[in-house]
């Protein structure tokens, strides 16, 4: 979210916010009135309108423009005025090409008087004028939705099914999703290159995803885009805390949607439950001086309750039906949110459920988590037994959380050499300054050198 | 969901000459790559390859292998299940290996032996 403090530029602001609310919208309008355009040059249109808009609006208002309202530089139907003035730009630029362009002759023969300014251009396209979409109703809400289900094209992988996600249903700019996701600009704008020329090829905005029973069949892959997206964000190595908090609102409001919508099933209730009890979580997770704090560290009384009680609400409702990984992992974080301290946790059945996780999507960063609750568990020697098996595996040895897990336990367990060996370890295998603090933190913890030599020995 | 198997290619020597410091990067890097892939469920197994091994010839002929010398040789693997082709090239785009152009990845398929058209042909 844009945030804009009282004084800030009134037209800047107004135009950020439509650009959040609208952006996708208003490309995939045009879009589909515009078949053989690429959508590069749509987009451009579109982005050159927005910037066109800063500079007109700024402006005192001219009576003779229809579209703006008298008194004001901003139009009285802002989408509308973006909408119009991309769509002259998109007309302008058939004119150029027409000759390259035979099968778009009849279209442009149609499309006549003078196309590059704003003001005039409502009466001269039949059916462009008092047809333009509406930029205010509902309607717009289901757009978004057919967007978002369009993004979540099985030839995708799921990294470039959230850019585009995130670009086209949610409106962030380029180097807002290259901070939220921990990647440079350059790299968003190479996968957003490829995924164009995919949208293009095969229309992807442009094809209904069709009945309910064919979104039903994509409905698995939106979960997985907005949970990744949740869990973008929800991470603490990747992005500033702003963007980061931005993005888990942003897959709570289109899991919401689903809901509102009744395009959901029990697994997008369970879904959402899973995000709403992480979210409540959100303020915990660092002390009042920006230090990264465990969960036995925080103060349980910065939960969000409300948020916990209405998660809890949503987990009870999605019980009819197949529990998919969304369900467990919303168990799990139900079991801590209800716990009042880190020792009254019920670890034995946290335990349980993340064996039930693994058996659903088996890999070594589930099993992690398996063994953690295990230690608390009581279970100490199987614990140990499972990480010291998976530090054996070439990309869990260097994998950061394991070796600090381990070396956390091993701190807790008493067994000094070995806690400082693989907290060691990790300083070299984050690169998020505040890891690499919450690592020193521990490490600061252990006895001085002279005493566990005296322990080792 | 289908199998495929990703093949690192990468120059060796250029491999060999990497300091402590850009070899962890890449570890870093590669186990970000890697965790990814097994959050959405698409990670099954992978491992790196060190740079030398043996090679054996047509007519059994021993020897340390080409792997060196040439310019793409396999440095790594990685098995991931994805719904299509399509979408497990989508995968190999993003190794950070290709993204920083120091590697190609050669995305195979694996041959289903279940699979069997004639099947359907009566």
């Known amino acids: 979210m844009e945030r804009v403090g009282m004084n800030a530029d009134p037209v800047q602001y107004t135009i950020d916010q439509l650009y959040k609310t609208h952006y996708g919208k208003i490309v995939s309008a045009l879009c589909t009135l515009w078949q053989e355009i690429p959508l590069e040059s749509v987009e451009d249109a579109v982005q050159d309108a927005f910037t066109t808009a800063l500079t007109v609006w700024a402006r005192p208002a001219i009576n003779s423009d229809p579209l703006i309202a008298a008194g004001s530089g901003i139009p009285s139907n802002p989408p509308g005025w973006i909408y119009t003035v991309a769509r002259n730009r998109l007309i302008s630029l058939i004119r150029a090409e027409k000759r390259r362009w035979s099968s778009l002759d009849l279209h442009t023969e149609t499309l006549s008087g003078p196309a590059s300014s704003a003001g005039s251009a409502t009466s001269d396209f039949p059916g462009f004028g008092p047809n333009t979409p509406d930029f205010s109703g509902s309607i717009f809400h289901d757009q978004q939705l057919k967007l978002l289900f369009a993004c979540a094209h099985p030839d995708l992988s799921p990294k470039v099914q959230i850019v585009i996600t995130l670009k086209y249903v949610s409106n962030l700019k380029i180097d807002a999703i290259a901070r939220a996701l921990g990647m440079t600009g350059d790299g968003v704008d190479k996968l957003l290159l490829r995924a164009r020329k995919k949208i293009r090829d095969e229309r992807l905005f442009l094809l209904d995803p069709g009945s309910p029973s064919g979104l039903g069949a994509r409905l698995p892959t939106v979960h997985k885009i907005i949970y990744l997206t949740f869990n973008e964000g929800y991470k603490p190595s990747s992005g500033d805390a702003a963007i980061n908090e931005s993005l888990c609102e942003e897959a709570l409001l289109l899991c919401k949607d689903l809901l509102d919508h009744r395009l959901g099933d029990n697994a997008t209730m369970a879904l959402y439950a899973l995000m709403l009890f992480n979210a409540a979580r959100f303020k915990g997770r660092t002390s009042p001086t920006g230090e990264l704090l465990d969960l036995d560290e925080q103060d349980r009384s910065q939960w969000h309750r409300p948020m916990i009680s209405l998660a809890g609400d949503f987990l009870r409702l999605s019980r009819p039906g197949p529990l998919t990984s969304y369900h467990y992992e919303a168990a799990i974080a139900w079991l801590h949110c209800s716990a009042d301290s880190f020792a009254n946790t019920n670890w034995r059945l946290i335990s349980r459920l993340y064996l039930r996780l693994l058996r659903l999507n088996p890999n070594p960063f589930v099993e992690l988590n398996y063994a953690i609750a295990l230690y608390y568990a009581g279970d100490r020697n199987k614990s140990f037994q499972i990480m010291h098996q998976l530090i054996k595996h070439s990309f869990m040895n260097g994998y950061y959380l394991l070796n600090a897990a381990l070396g956390k336990l091993y701190l807790l367990d008493g067994d000094i050499p070995n806690a400082k060996k693989y907290l060691e370890r990790t300083l070299d295998q984050t690169e998020h300054p505040l890891e690499t603090a919450f690592i020193r933190r521990l490490l600061s913890r252990l006895p001085p050198a002279s005493d566990h030599r005296g322990a080792a020995n | ?122």
């Open chain 2, 1 to 122: 969901m289908e199998k495929f198997l990703l093949l690192i290619r990468e120059d060796l020597q250029f491999r060999a000459n990497m300091t402590p410091a850009e070899f962890q990067h890449n570890i870093v890097i590669m186990t970000k790559w890697v965790e990814d892939m097994a959050r959405s469920g698409n990670f099954l197994n992978a491992d790196p390859l060190t740079n030398s091994g043996t090679y054996v010839g047509h007519n059994a002929v021993l020897s340390d292998g080409p792997f060196i010398e040439a310019k793409e040789s396999i440095s790594g693997f990685i098995l991931i299940q994805a719904e299509s082709l399509e979408q497990a090239t989508s995968f190999a785009q993003l190794c950070p290996l290709v993204l920083n152009g120091t590697a190609a990845v050669e995305v195979r398929p694996i041959m289903d032996m279940e699979q069997k058209p004639w099947k359907e042909w009566v």
